[in-house]
């Protein structure tokens, strides 16, 4: 937000006593959600401060204690400790946070992804029912990349999102959704898929000078056809030009389930001496952003940046070590909405988006029933953003 007013100027009556409950994979997030919506509420010189619908207005706190304590079996219950009578209830949940472990019949079981929806679940039936509205954001979106049919298959994340609106949850909110068509599964109801296109931008231009950002000198890449409208949205509102990769796969074999892929086959002009932003949505082992890099670099192209919201890093670290080290990419932009490793924040080519403001002003504005179309479409932010970078005063 930089030089402009910091807290968003909300008059209108809150739908309720704003509350956040952060699963225990989200605390650190929910935290500093939690900062900015104190901050600016001390902040905010609203007439009405005193009136019954601002009750609660100005806490030292929004987020409420819960608890998910397990049996020796491994089973759980949600537990809600704090009083939750007509809030305004905002969840918070990362099913990709795997350092979290219970003990199952004394073994350490770490948390997988349907543990976490468990829980998740868990404490939507804590509420009971007694909350003015139910909004969950879900950064990851649980199971998002089982988002089609082929052969005779399940459908999970379609399910999953069902689910949730049957336990009462009014919104969805997610970011980067793999395929933002899931939310026909439930298209009477609130479902926003946020972009981090400014966040990554803007980590872009404040760790990373002297960048050209025109499209003599800059392009942007899609590793893929599936992710090829994150990489159009990127590329119209820098002014750059794009191109895309396709994967060549032989459909003779099967490998692990799939068809092996032969090659990454590059589609766009020349990126010879051109710097890169390949954007995806989420980096899992990282084989294939690093094969793109590499066809690139083979390509003869300058420096090479990847943005992705969700850093998974599934087969850890090393192979991005390497590839830093023979000089095959520059830097690595994800944001903090999943589990970070301690290791991946030290990484001299990791730059970290923080997307806790961002959240935070989404929160503040749903709780007032106020418009959040500006937040959504980032592209007044990103050129005012790269208006400052191109005059120095970043």
């Given at each position: 937000?930089?030089?402009r007013?910091?807290k ?10 704003l509350?956040m ?9 929910g935290?500093q ?6 901050k600016?509420r ?27 304590p397990?049996f020796g079996?491994?089973?759980a ?13 905002y ?36 509420v ?13 979106l ?10 005779r298959e399940?459908?999970d994340c ?8 049957q336990?009462?949850?009014d919104?969805i909110?997610?970011f980067?959704a ?15 898929t ?38 159009i949205?990127i ?5 750059l030009d794009m191109?895309?990769?396709?994967k ?13 892929i ?6 766009g ?5 051109k ?6 949505d989420m ?19 300058n ?18 070590d ?16 999943i ?7 030290q ?9 806790s ?6 929160i503040?504005?749903l ?14 932010r990103?050129q005012?953003?790269v208006?400052r970078?191109?005059n120095g005063e970043?």
């Open positions: 937000m930089g030089n007013e910091e968003r100027n909300l008059e209108t009556i809150p739908v309720g006593s509350g409950i952060a699963l225990e994979g989200c605390k650190p997030l935290e959600i939690d900062r900015y919506l104190v600016w001390a902040e905010r010189e609203s007439e009405h401060k005193e009136s019954l619908a601002f009750a609660g207005y100005q806490r030292d706190s929004y987020l409420l204690k819960s608890a998910v397990r079996s491994g089973e219950k949600g537990m809600i400790l704090q009083s939750v009578r007509g809030t305004d209830l969840l918070l949940v990362d099913v990709c946070n795997y350092s979290l472990t219970y003990s199952l019949c004394g073994h350490e079981n770490h948390m997988s992804p349907d543990d976490h929806y468990q829980d998740l679940k868990r404490v939507i039936a804590a009971g029912g007694k909350a003015r509205r139910i909004t969950v954001i879900m950064p990851f649980y199971e998002s990349r089982q988002h089609k049919r082929t052969a399940s459908l379609a399910l999953a999102l069902q689910e949730l609106v336990m009462g949850v919104n909110i997610t980067d793999h395929d933002p068509r899931v939310q026909n599964a439930i298209p009477l109801h609130g479902f926003e946020v972009q981090p296109a400014y966040q990554f931008i803007k980590g872009l231009l404040l760790h990373v000078k002297n960048l050209k950002l025109d499209s003599g000198h800059m392009m942007v890449i899609s590793p893929d056809e599936g992710g090829m409208t994150r990489a949205y590329a119209n509102v820098l002014g191109g895309m990769f396709y060549r796969r032989d459909y003779t074999k099967v490998v692990n389930g799939r068809n092996p032969v090659a990454h086959e590059f589609l002009t020349s990126v010879e001496g710097d890169m932003i390949i954007i995806d980096i899992s082992s990282g084989e294939s952003v690093l094969e793109v890099a590499a066809a690139l670099k083979e390509r003869k192209a420096q090479i940046f990847v943005f992705s919201t969700f850093g998974l890093f599934t087969s850890g670290l090393d192979r991005f390497k590839a830093y080290e023979n000089g095959i990419i520059s830097k690595v932009l994800t944001t903090n909405l589990y970070q490793t301690p290791e991946l924040l990484r001299e080519w990791y730059i970290n988006c923080d997307m403001k961002y959240i935070a002003y989404i503040d504005t709780n007032h029933d106020s418009s959040i179309s500006d937040l959504l479409n980032p592209n007044e990103i005012s953003i208006g970078y191109k970043l």
